[in-house]
């Protein structure tokens, strides 16, 4: 009988991609992220004062953190090359609380339309592989 053949250590390990190897910088992101308040039309946002910002659908901060330029390289693994905007060097640790909360809106992405917000998938179609349209459209099948 054929011994069946487990996949190779390397890939049983890539789940979340390359950067979820036993990186402690990595480890401590997800901790920040995993602790973060959330809206669930809202967006998370790394400005170019190095922080790390939760924000709801209109722009408005509800939870944020200076990264350090280690955390920033670690956040950087996480999303695509064209979605890199902040330099490794930044140092958020550095940028005044008052302003993790208040920053120049110039450091923000521009607020979600309307029109996109009820096109958003939920965190329901999202789950089922869908969009909120596609399961109305199901529904009335």
Do not use: Y
């Amino acid at each position: 009988m054929p011994e069946s053949r487990d996949p190779q250590p390397e890939q049983a390990q890539k789940p979340c991609g390359d950067w979820f190897r036993d990186d402690p910088d990595q480890a401590e992101l997800s901790a920040i992220l995993r602790s973060w308040k959330m809206d669930p039309d809202g967006i998370i946002s790394l400005g170019n004062d190095g922080v790390l910002r939760s924000l709801t659908a209109d722009r408005d901060v509800i939870d944020a953190v200076g990264l350090r330029p280690g955390l920033i390289k670690a956040m950087h693994a996480r999303v695509p090359p064209q979605a890199r905007t902040v330099d490794e060097i930044v140092d958020g640790t550095k940028t005044p609380r008052e302003q993790w909360f208040n920053p120049d809106k110039t450091l923000l992405p521009p607020p979600l339309k309307e029109l996109q917000r009820q096109r958003a998938p939920t965190t329901e179609g999202v789950e089922k592989g869908g969009s909120k349209e596609a399961d109305e459209g199901e529904k009335n099948k």
